[in-house]
């Protein structure tokens, strides 16, 4: 099952602009991870955010996490045709175990010249 | 390459046969795990090792799947009797675990086309 929703499900912008993703769980978590995944290909990992913290930021990517509304958000800024892909939130159990990340839906990016 | 490898890239079969995928992780990794991605959809997780332990499996995993880890390297994921609704992208990852789910490591999956 799906642990997590993104918003929008597909997201189209020009070079140059900036594009925001949100995520929105169902359950605590310890951590939220954001991955990437061209098409066709594995995902890569792009930023983790803790519970305990509020944001985050690693080169152009800015994510905020607020654990009272259980949501997220992936800011790109100053897009580039290379960010075309998919970007997926994903979740873990939250109970302690430290076992799996549970992925959401996706949000297909698509950022044209 | 020492990143997370994934053998074959692409398998087509036909209804009724068994195949198999192999998992290199990356070797100072303790866990690993598999999951299974649909067109349009997240990776959906079906099981996970920590060293040669199969700690959890999903209920996506019907008895016709078997996955194992010898030896706490590489893994193997066997689908038998398969059928059209197989058909996926079978996505491995690693990680160092286990004190907490930190990031993971994925290979470039395994495509399964069931005719």
């Known amino acids: 099952s799906q642990q997590g929703e993104e918003d929008p499900q597909a997201l189209s912008i020009q070079e140059g602009e900036n594009a925001t993703m949100n995520c929105s769980y169902k359950?605590?978590?310890?951590?939220l991870q954001w991955y990437r995944q061209n098409s066709g290909r594995g995902l890569v990992h792009l930023i983790l955010?803790?519970?305990?913290?509020r944001e985050k930021h690693s080169g152009r990517l800015r994510v905020t996490l607020d654990t009272s509304k259980k949501s997220s958000s992936l800011l790109i800024t100053a897009s580039r045709a290379a960010d075309t892909a998919s970007y997926f939130c994903?979740?873990?159990?939250?109970?302690?175990?430290?076992?799996?990340?549970?992925f959401g839906t996706g949000t297909r990016l698509q950022v044209t010249l | 390459d020492t990143g997370v490898s994934q053998n074959p890239r692409h398998k087509i079969t036909k209804r009724g046969q068994n195949v198999t995928f192999r998992c290199d992780p990356i070797?100072?990794?303790?866990?690993l795990y598999w999951y299974r991605q649909t067109l349009g959809q997240g990776p959906e997780f079906l099981t996970y090792?920590?060293?040669?332990?199969?700690?959890?499996k999903s209920r996506l995993l019907s008895d016709r799947f078997s996955a194992e880890r010898p030896k706490g390297s590489f893994s193997t994921l066997e689908i038998q009797r398969t059928e059209q609704g197989d058909s996926a992208m079978y996505l491995c990852?690693?990680?160092?675990?286990?004190?907490?789910?930190?990031?993971?490591?994925f290979g470039e999956g395994s495509r399964l086309t069931v005719l």
């Open positions: 990852a690693s990680s160092l675990g286990p004190r907490n789910t930190g990031e993971l490591f």
């Open positions: 359950t605590s978590i310890n951590n």
């Open positions: 955010i803790r519970s305990n913290e």
């Open positions: 994903a979740t873990d159990a939250g109970d302690g175990t430290a076992s799996k990340l549970t």
């Open positions: 070797s100072e990794h303790n866990r």
């Open positions: 090792f920590q060293n040669e332990a199969q700690l959890e």
